[in-house]
Structure formats: structure tokens, C-alpha cells
């Protein structure tokens, strides 16, 4: 879009941009994305434009860098796979975990699969319900990584090696 909004803020200056002054030409520019620019001045028409634009973070990188800032640290198990989600059983909660799997941040040598044990994040992320179009927060696992088998506990052995007397029989 040559008359595109504008892209970068220099010291408080909204600054226009070409499509052609985005490094790579098909890297999303939107809105609250950090960008890093120079400034060019027009010859003819002396007007300053923000040129070399690069994308360094997006608007939901940024999003999810400062909510991580805050998540605490789960683990669970795979529970479910779809075509590119899914959901994981937490420890932490009751309810389950959506996740993407390019959230997933292992090797090609280890495969998603269910059952999987997984050490995650959680971050907040607005969705529209498809029922009545309303927003509301769900909760998505970021950042997953794989866990040796064995290492996720959904129980706490809080004592051992008591003894009673059966009040009740069946």
C-alpha cells in the first residue's frame, strides 16, 4: 500500500512509509509492532518518511514477552492433538490448556504426541466467542517444552506408612 499509515514514531513523529521500505517485502506491519528505521527526507516534496523499516518484534510478541513477565511455570501432559493445537492437561488447574504447536520449542528430533509429558507458560489471550461474538480471556500454553516421562506428578504423596481402623465396611 503506497499511502500506508503511518509506521514508526521517531521522538514522537508519526512518520509515513512505502511498501517498498519494509525489510523483507512480505513481513507484517501492524499496528503496536516495534520496528527499527532510518528517515529519509524527500527531495521534491521535503517530506520525511521512515525508510529500511524492519519488524523487530510484533504486536503479540511484545504482548506475550510482558505477560511472560508474570506467568508462572506449569506442567501437564498432552491430552489432545488437532490438525495444529491442542490442548494439555495441567497440574496447576482443572481445566485444560489450548495451545498452538508453533508454540512448541523442542527439537525435530522429539515428536508432539499424546501423553507428552510438557513444562509450559501460561499467557492470557482475548477470544470471540462464536456463539454471541463476545470477547473473553482463555488461556494458552507458550513456550512449551518436552519433559523426560516420569516427571510430571498430578499427585502429592503427603504421608506414608499409616494405619487405621475401617469405620465403614461396602
Given at each position: 500500500?503506497?499511502?500506508?499509515?503511518?509506521?514508526?514514531?521517531?521522538?514522537?513523529?508519526?512518520?509515513?512509509?512505502?511498501?517498498?521500505?519494509?525489510?523483507?517485502?512480505?513481513?507484517?506491519?501492524?499496528?503496536?509492532?516495534?520496528?527499527?528505521?532510518?528517515?529519509?527526507?524527500?527531495?521534491?516534496?521535503?517530506r520525511?518518511?521512515?525508510?529500511?523499516?524492519?519488524?523487530?518484534?510484533?504486536?503479540?510478541?511484545?504482548?506475550?514477552?510482558e505477560?511472560?513477565?508474570?506467568?508462572?511455570?506449569e506442567?501437564?501432559?498432552?491430552?489432545?492433538?488437532?490438525?495444529?493445537?491442542?490442548?494439555?492437561?495441567?497440574?496447576a488447574?482443572?481445566?485444560?490448556?489450548?495451545?498452538?504447536?508453533?508454540?512448541?520449542?523442542?527439537?525435530?528430533?522429539?515428536?508432539?504426541?499424546?501423553?507428552?509429558?510438557?513444562?509450559?507458560?501460561?499467557?492470557?489471550?482475548?477470544?470471540?466467542?462464536?456463539?454471541?461474538?463476545?470477547?473473553?480471556?482463555?488461556?494458552?500454553?507458550?513456550q512449551?517444552?518436552?519433559?523426560?516421562?516420569?516427571?510430571?506428578?498430578?499427585?502429592?504423596?503427603?504421608?506414608?506408612?499409616?494405619?487405621?481402623?475401617?469405620?465403614?465396611?461396602?
Amino acid at each position: 500500500n503506497p499511502s500506508a499509515p503511518a509506521a514508526a514514531k521517531a521522538k514522537g513523529e508519526a512518520l509515513p512509509y512505502l511498501a517498498g521500505d519494509i525489510e523483507p517485502p512480505n513481513a507484517p506491519m501492524q499496528r503496536g509492532a516495534e520496528v527499527e528505521f532510518s528517515v529519509c527526507v524527500e527531495k521534491a516534496t521535503q517530506r520525511r518518511r521512515a525508510v529500511a523499516i524492519k519488524v523487530l518484534r510484533t504486536a503479540r510478541q511484545r504482548k506475550e514477552e510482558e505477560e511472560l513477565k508474570n506467568a508462572v511455570k506449569e506442567d501437564g501432559v498432552i491430552k489432545v492433538l488437532k490438525d495444529d493445537f491442542g490442548f494439555i492437561r495441567s497440574t496447576a488447574r482443572t481445566g485444560d490448556v489450548f495451545f498452538r504447536f508453533n508454540d512448541v520449542k523442542e527439537s525435530s528430533e522429539m515428536r508432539l504426541d499424546f501423553g507428552q509429558e510438557v513444562e509450559f507458560f501460561v499467557v492470557s489471550e482475548p477470544k470471540k466467542s462464536q456463539r454471541d461474538g463476545s470477547k473473553r480471556d482463555s488461556m494458552r500454553a507458550v513456550q512449551i517444552t518436552f519433559l523426560p516421562q516420569g516427571s510430571v506428578k498430578f499427585e502429592t504423596l503427603v504421608a506414608k506408612g499409616l494405619s487405621g481402623v475401617v469405620k465403614r465396611g461396602t
